[in-house]
């Protein structure tokens, strides 16, 4: 696992300055400039889907994923690029993971919707279209070191989905000393956030709030956690895990 800080630094440094260009520019950034980061940090514009609204069928349908995307998390995104301008925030100088860190020091507004924003574009990423499959390498090692296995793992964060009360998330974050935790956290807060209970970096998050998943599922929010199983993108995971 190795990290290699200075070109990372450059790039995150790089990156931001077209990201904050394109959010007080237009309120809802374009996005045919901006190149994607390779360091997985999530920046303050809404990224392009990774794959098709139907892409996701039948787990997920695509009039939920359309009006998940341009809809819902859309108006995250512009709800924080407003926060930002009216709570005077450099997005040059403060990424957004710096923010949410700090987010105790902010408007509910700024909570609310930097959360939201940052937890649906982790979320795109954590799933993709085409089979099912399994953690593998280094993260199934941390996964079986820190549940017993991968079931237990994934039985642990599915219950998890399910036992949050109203709307929320799931969560599998790395912890401060490196180590794998499963939670939830409730509305559009998460782990990175200082006022947030549950805290580490999320390596993989599921948004189980009505409107991810009613019109197909309407009360099963269950049978929605299972199918989405299928989804979740591993790669991406272990990405997020190695950058940990
Ligand atoms: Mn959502």
């Known amino acids: 696992m190795s990290k290699p800080l200075h070109r990372r630094q450059f790039i995150k440094t790089s990156g931001q300055a077209g990201i904050s260009a394109g959010i007080l520019l237009s309120g809802l950034p374009s996005f045919a400039s901006v190149k994607k980061s390779s360091t997985g940090e999530i920046g303050y514009m809404q990224q392009p889907l990774p794959y098709g609204y139907p892409a996701l069928e039948p787990a997920i349908d695509a009039t939920t994923m359309t009006i998940h995307y341009t809809k819902h998390a859309a108006a995250y995104t512009k709800n924080l690029a407003d926060a930002c301008v009216a709570e005077k925030v450099d ?89 794998l935790a499963i939670g939830s956290t409730p509305n559009q807060d998460n782990p990175l956030m200082d006022v947030s209970e549950l805290k580490g970096k999320p390596l993989l998050g599921l948004d189980v709030w009505e409107h991810a998943y009613y019109l197909n599922y309407q009360t099963r929010r269950a049978d929605y956690i299972t199918n989405w199983w299928n989804l979740v993108n591993w790669e991406f995971v272990q990405n997020q895990y190695n950058l940990g």
């Open 91 to 179: 997005t040059n100088a403060t990424s957004l993971e710096q923010l949410l860190k700090n987010i105790s020091k902010y408007s509910p507004k700024m909570r609310n919707n930097g959360g939201g924003h940052y937890n649906h574009e982790l979320f795109w990423q954590c799933m993709r279209p085409g089979t099912a499959s399994l953690p593998l390498g280094s993260l199934l090692n941390a996964i079986t070191t820190s549940f017993g296995s991968w079931e237990a793992m994934k039985n642990q964060f599915s219950d998890a989905g399910k036992n949050r009360f109203g709307s929320g998330w799931a969560w599998l974050v790395l912890t401060a000393d490196k180590k």
